[in-house]
């Protein structure tokens, strides 16, 4: 069975920093882009980041840009989300998701949450 | 990177069809046969119910549909069941700079 599992979110002040990770397990994962998401509280979905199965190519939105840094260890089959800077907007739950053929987020994992608060 | 438009909602009666709509551009939903749909329930991560268009991945009941004309993609529930209630969004592919863009979700009522 496919799955994504997030870890490392939590309580931030404004202007710290986290590092988000998320455990695949059920496929071949350095064959596959892998994404990260973000839902803030009553919000709808908003891409963040996304990176190619060898590391080599990353994407970011422009409101990550220069401050989160995606990065992945395929030999531990984990994906990480460096997150700097982090600002009150950046309160959300943190998705990862694998990326098929097409272009398909599927799965997603759980979540997990990110609160930046004093 | 200007998001994908959605109503922001749409409702139905049980047994009844509904069909959401999500816009983009020429960059991304009209250049690419790559749109995706993915129904979210309160608290839970998103699940995909469309992709490339109008293929369903196994399990999704063939009462989703998917189609694109133009810049325009739709999603259509025919057959609504009250599980059905849920938020949708739609994702577009959108070349090598902007990778992805997002609908802003439609939150789908079964009256």
């Known amino acids: 069975e496919v799955q994504l599992v997030e870890s490392g979110g939590g309580l931030v002040p404004p202007g710290g920093s986290l590092r988000l990770s998320c455990a695949a397990s059920?496929?071949?994962?350095?064959?596959?882009?892998m994404t990260w998401v973000r839902q803030a509280p009553g919000r709808g979905l908003e891409w963040v980041s996304a990176i190619g199965s060898g590391g080599g190519t990353t994407y970011y939105a422009d409101s990550v840009k220069g401050r989160f840094t995606i990065s992945r260890d395929n030999s531990k089959n984990t994906l990480y989300l460096q997150m700097n800077s982090l600002r009150a907007d950046d309160t959300a739950v943190y998705y990862c998701?694998?990326?098929?053929?097409?272009?398909?987020?599927?799965?997603w994992g759980q979540g997990t949450l990110v609160t930046v608060s004093s | 990177q200007s998001a994908l438009t959605q109503p922001p909602s749409a409702s139905g009666s049980p047994g009844q069809s509904v069909t959401i709509s999500c816009t983009g551009t020429s960059s991304d939903i009209g250049g690419y046969n790559y749109v995706s749909w993915y129904q979210q329930h309160p608290g839970k991560a998103p699940k995909l119910m469309i992709y490339e268009v109008n293929k369903r991945p196994s399990g999704v009941p063939d009462r989703f549909s998917g189609s694109k004309s133009g810049n325009t993609a739709s999603l259509t529930v025919s057959g609504l069941q009250a599980e059905d209630e849920a938020d949708y969004y739609c994702i577009s592919y959108a070349g090598s700079n902007n990778f992805v863009v997002f609908g802003g979700g439609t939150k789908l009522t079964v009256l």
């Open positions: 998701a694998k990326i098929g053929g097409s272009y398909r987020f599927d799965p």
């Open positions: 059920g496929f071949t994962f350095s064959s596959y882009t």
